[in-house]
């Protein structure tokens, strides 16, 4: 790893106690006279009577009733933190909405917030007619309803999502972290270890494939290899907590590790157990990479290592020199990540990262580094690398061996541009 640059050297996670102090001492070296820092008190001025030491308004009277929301609701202050649904594009039969990854913490995507993508609109099912039938290469072919799936032993596990083409190779590439990868979210799912399921089957010889089929107007299918069916697989039907919202394929969906999100079929209503794979539209024409040369790469399933700062980033406004921490998300399909480095010179050095805790296998892992802005122009970014040894590429690596035909699977290095006054840009657009 490259050493760090003086300011590095200050700034590294072995002096966060003398982060933390500094930062103090300059919050108190800004104060105002109505007791808030500069930059907070040019943002308070449109009612100064709620501002210490003043009684805020909303304590002198009582709030809101619970029985108002039958479902919670976030803050009416949080209504711009939306899902990320481009107006250039026909929103209904294929189609998607991606994750507002700026403007969230931690590792867990709320369900709301979940990026969607569909292939023929969302149906609507009854979770009372719906059946999941598995034939094929089986000794007992076997239909189940959802009360038979909800029988077998449950599992809950954090895992992230991802579309394959998210992002494309190709220019204009997205203002913010949402447009560059928001088609990205990480969950806690429920369900029932495929696994198991297929042992009550019972397998035969030459079971190599499970061809899965959803119940969407598309009939989307994909072919799994056996080996990952009998991994870490599962039949999901709860989703951080409650049942699977439509969109995410209620009442059950495939769920698969680090495979690339289009093979994680939703709405699940068969599973063919073969010894070829199908060879289905979505990994033929659609999902294979284009190499200069005029082949195809077939069957690549796993998401490979990638981060991106999610703060500060595209859109967003560093309002004053000085502290800053820089935050953002790393992931891989092949495992843990194992370390997340940041460069606020443009990649001439680099200084690793703090990762936050639980660091899980094909999640999402958070990642911080305190940072010195000095007021001049600076380009940030951040690379991982996952306990395979892999380490996250730049656009011109990936480009010089795909060609730019290529559509999916875009793990590059994505770089951030700070202006002098502050604002924040796509280095690479």
């Known amino acids: 790893m490259t050493e760090p640059t003086a300011i590095g050297k200050g700034l ?21 006279a109505n007791g808030l820092p500069s930059s907070a008190a040019s943002a308070a001025t449109e009612n100064t009577n709620n501002l210490p030491p003043s009684v805020p308004e909303w304590m002198k009277t009582p709030g809101a009733p619970m029985g ?3 479902y919670g609701a976030p803050s009416p202050f949080e209504k711009d933190v939306i899902k990320n649904i481009s107006k250039d594009l026909p929103q209904y039969l294929s189609a998607s909405g991606r994750t507002p990854l700026q403007d969230l913490d931690g590792i867990i995507t709320p369900n709301g917030l979940f990026y969607e993508r569909h292939h023929g609109g969302v149906p609507s099912i009854d979770p009372a007619q719906h059946r999941l039938m598995l034939h094929g290469l089986v000794d007992r072919p076997l239909i189940f309803t959802m009360d038979d799936l909800r029988r077998f032993p449950s599992q809950s596990r954090i895992h992230f999502l991802e579309c394959s083409g998210n992002p494309a190779y190709t220019k204009p590439f997205g203002k913010t972290a949402s447009d560059l990868v928001g088609l990205l979210s990480c969950a806690e799912w429920t369900g029932v270890s495929l696994k198991l399921v297929l042992q009550e089957a019972g397998l035969q010889a030459g079971a190599k494939w499970v061809v899965a089929e959803g119940a969407d107007a598309a009939a989307l299918t994909r072919s799994i290899p056996i ?24 009442p059950l969906r495939l769920l698969l590790p680090g495979f690339e999100g289009n093979m994680n079929v939703k709405w699940l209503r068969r599973l063919h157990v073969t010894a070829e794979p199908a060879y289905s539209r979505e990994e033929t024409s659609k999902y294979t990479d284009l190499m200069p040369d005029g082949t195809s790469r077939e069957f690549t399933f796993y998401m490979e290592a990638k981060s991106i700062i999610t703060k500060p980033s595209g859109g967003q406004r560093l309002t004053t020199p000085g502290f800053h921490e820089i935050t953002g998300i790393a992931w891989s399909g092949h495992g843990k990540i194992k370390r997340v480095d940041v460069s606020v010179d443009d990649g001439k050095s680099w200084q690793e990262a703090q990762l936050q805790e639980p660091i899980l296998t094909r999640a999402l892992t958070r990642f911080r580094l305190p940072w010195h802005w000095d007021g001049q122009p600076a380009v940030i970014q951040s690379r991982a690398i996952d306990e395979t040894g892999y380490v996250q590429p730049t656009l011109a690596e990936l480009l010089g061996a795909r060609g730019e035909n290529s559509f ?10 700070i202006a002098s006054d502050g604002e924040v840009t796509n280095a690479a657009a």
């Open 408 to 417: 999916y699977h875009n793990n590059a290095i994505w770089p951030w541009r």
């Open 12 to 32: 590294a996670v072995s002096s966060r106690r003398r982060f933390l102090r500094e930062a103090s001492a300059l919050v108190g070296g800004v104060v105002v």
């Open 227 to 250: 080996e990952k069916c009998l991994d870490d697989a599962m039949l999901a039907y709860s989703q951080n907590g409650e049942r699977l919202r439509p969109q995410q394929g209620y």
């Open 68 to 70: 108002s929301q039958l």
